[in-house]
């Protein structure tokens, strides 16, 4: 009988995962990306993320910054939720502290497992790196 998973491995393996998705640019399906085919589309995409990186662009240099803020108005939505709830039932501390906690979980996990924006810079530089190969941005997925 295998053993049961536990619930920090688990974590871990979702958290990973969810690290490593990042957004990529779309390109409209023109008569240009038609002729180069997938495979060539693939590479220029690559090639002009490699061009944004080495120019100093990071995919998402804010993306810590961005989840800390998230978590932490998380947890105020959720403290400030729980007390109104913990003063209909009598315990404002109480009602208030579950609230932050579920706040900060919630938005934390929220956070982690969305894929992140890129940043400004490196979309820019990219979606620019592209257009200049004769590509049509359509956006980011």
């Known amino acids: 009988m295998p053993k049961p998973l536990h619930t ?3 974590l871990a393996s979702l958290l990973a995962a969810a690290a490593c998705s990042t957004t990529q640019p779309v390109i409209y399906p023109t008569s240009h990306a038609q002729q180069a085919g997938q495979a060539q589309v693939e590479a220029d ?19 810590a910054g961005e989840t800390v803020g ?12 729980g007390a ?6 009598g315990d404002v501390l109480g009602g208030a502290s579950i609230g932050a906690a579920t706040g900060a979980t919630a938005s934390l996990l929220q956070r982690l497992f969305a894929k992140p924006a890129p940043n400004p ?3 820019n530089f990219v979606e620019r790196c592209l257009r200049e190969r004769g590509y049509e941005l359509s956006g980011w997925n």
């Open 8 to 10: 920090g491995a688990l």
């Open 45 to 63: 995409i690559a090639a002009c993320r490699q061009l944004a990186e080495n120019a100093g662009a990071t995919p998402e240099a804010t993306a």
């Open 70 to 81: 998230a978590t932490a108005r998380g947890g105020a939505l959720g403290a400030a939720t």
């Open 84 to 89: 109104v709830g913990g003063a209909i039932a």
């Open 121 to 123: 810079a490196y979309r």
